[in-house]
């Protein structure tokens, strides 16, 4: 297939595809779904090897956000029974923390609800991940805590922080019919803000909201062009009690489609199956890490994963192995790019890593005006018209409850 030749010489060369050829990959057929895989592969391969990066998240602070971004499940106004609890005390984040890591995770996130910190919030996530690095300091930290305010992201770096998540989400043309409360300029500006201050910026995309593939191509390689240093690829997990709760339009093919699709647009930057993967991909979640480098051990925000033990079997089983923590995520020619930029106290390329994504990382959610999605796109197709709720379930255990986390 010449799309897919094209596509994997690019994704070889680090080089980035066109639009059309982006576009192309979403709308290829189920019987060309294990090429497109295999092809998507071999650029995962090239740059990332058979490593896997697992990332560790744990909620600080959940539920009661004022802001309505429409797919989550801790938003203004949502129905959504969700664990709800304000700041996790330092030890009690790095209690949790710790799990995750001894699960095998790189990377602790640590995310909280809200439109953003205050200056005593960036004071308790810097005690925070005081005691996380003094458990150990080897473990990398993200931070997720909505939109920032001059100065709070050098405070972040200043306090240990190596990285900064706020996610896109969504094309910009789509941003406002899912949220009303915050704009997309806004968590761009957030992601330039983080970048500019020396953190890896992580910035992702939430697929399955009802948005036209036209809205996905945008997404993608608006992430790229910011430079996102890990691009999370959640798939809308559709809650109970949130306008999107009847927005099933994701298949596991679908699924494969988008991530391929993203990992072509970012052939060299970490790609990570983010909220949704149980629910979405299922049964096709090995078929994922073929084009994925990285994932999320455990639980989410709000809802269950699989057990941490099956993420690692999974992994062992698919013939890919854990990314330990002293091997390097990023090929060393975007390391180089990332450094630059902290260097020069800001976006060092064209490509550099500002993202922008709302608040927080994968919550999970549905939004409905995106709904007006394109009905030909084969999103729409696609869409299994069956809601399976059943599949979702509302974390319990871990960070906020007595019960052990799940890692
Ligand atoms: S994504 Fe973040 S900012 Fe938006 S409603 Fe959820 S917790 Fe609040």
Redesign the pocket.
Known sequence: MDLLDTLTAKGLRGEVPTREEALAVLATTDDELLDVVAAAGKVRRRWFGRRVKLNYLVNLKSGL?P???SY?S???GSKAEILKYTWLKPDQAADAARAGVAGGAKRVCLVA???GPTDRDIDRVTDTMAAIKEADPAVEICVCL?LLSDNQAERLKAAGADAYNHNLNTSENTYGAI?KTHTYADRVDTVQKAHGAGLSACSGLIAGMGETDEDLVDVVFALRELGSDSVPVNFLIPFEGTPLAKEWNLTPQRCLRILAMVRFVNPDTEVRIAGGREVHLRTMQPLGLHIANSIFLGDYLTSEGQAGQADLDMIKDAGFEVEGAGEATLPRHRADIAEAAQAGGGCGTAASACGSG???GP?G?HSHAPAQADAGAPAAEEAEDELRSDLVKVRRRGAGTELAPNA
């Open positions: 956000c802001e309505d971004c989550c801790q938003r203004l609800s809200g439109r909505g949220t709302g608040g927080c919550c959610g």
